[in-house]
């Protein structure tokens, strides 16, 4: 099946409503399935409890498309959701 996708989608949270906290024990998961993919062209995004710390740990363990609403959305201004996303894309390229 791997070969005939073209995405796939790992939720970190239980689905239902914004705010929740990352599971953590979803990273080996994300290891597992990247391990899967091997050099495919497929996405693996993460959904859920992304912020800076868990953006690095997911894009560690091999996403490389992130979802973040409540992380980014903080602060109810432009200004503030920039500063939101750079912490989010900094803490990956420390990670890297």
């Known amino acids: ?4 996708v073209d995405l796939i989608l790992v939720m970190t949270v239980n689905p239902g ?7 953590a024990e979803t990273l080996e998961k994300i290891k ?4 899967m993919i091997g050099d ?3 996405d693996l995004e993460v959904d859920g409890g992304i ?5 690095a740990l997911a ?3 091999g996403a490389n498309a992130l979802v973040a609403g409540s992380a980014i959305y903080r602060g109810g201004s432009e200004a503030a959701y920039r500063s939101n996303i750079d912490l989010i894309r900094s803490s990956i390229h420390k990670g890297s």
Do not use: C, H, S, W
């Open 1 to 4: 099946m791997l070969n005939d």
């Open 40 to 42: 495919r062209p497929i």
């Open 17 to 23: 409503f914004g705010g929740q906290k990352f599971i």
């Open 32 to 35: 597992k399935i990247k391990a």
């Open 59 to 61: 894009v560690a363990a």
């Open 51 to 55: 912020i800076p710390e868990t953006a």
